[in-house]
């Protein structure tokens, strides 16, 4: 863990660079080496192609992040993280933002260990670096 999650529309698709996107939101958590191991961080995005946005009659778009973490992190910690990720991603789709109807929003999730499966030998390669 953690693991960062993004559902966006197909709207988006042309002008989000989104492996760009995973880059960045990637170097956050690996600055955060401390809290977050480098072996468990994982990104992805999900493209939306059915979706609805308010009364359907704009184009609008939109990107949710959910970052998913494993519970033991300080309040203090968390909120720093969350507050640098989502000013990384309002600045990834600033260009978009001001030129369309646009939603950014982010939702933090922590849960217990217990109930949570993992087989994972990438951790290996960052303690062994």
Do not use: W
Request: glycine share 6%; charged share 30%; hydrophobic share 35%.
């Amino acid at each position: 863990m953690p693991h960062i999650i993004f559902e966006y529309t197909d709207n988006l698709s042309e002008e989000a660079d989104i492996p760009n996107l995973l880059k960045k939101v990637n170097s956050v958590l690996i600055n955060h080496n401390d809290i977050f191991p480098t072996g468990g961080i994982r990104s992805r995005a999900i493209e939306l192609q059915d979706y609805r946005v308010a009364d359907g009659a704009e184009n609008d778009a939109f990107v949710h992040t959910i970052l998913k973490i494993g519970s033991g992190r300080s309040d203090v910690d968390k909120k720093e993280i969350c507050d640098e990720l989502f000013e990384v991603i309002k600045g990834h789709f600033a260009y978009q933002f001001a030129r369309r109807y646009l939603g950014i929003s982010m939702e933090l999730i922590e849960f217990s260990e217990e109930g949570t499966y993992k087989h994972n030998n990438i951790h290996k390669r960052f303690r062994n670096g």
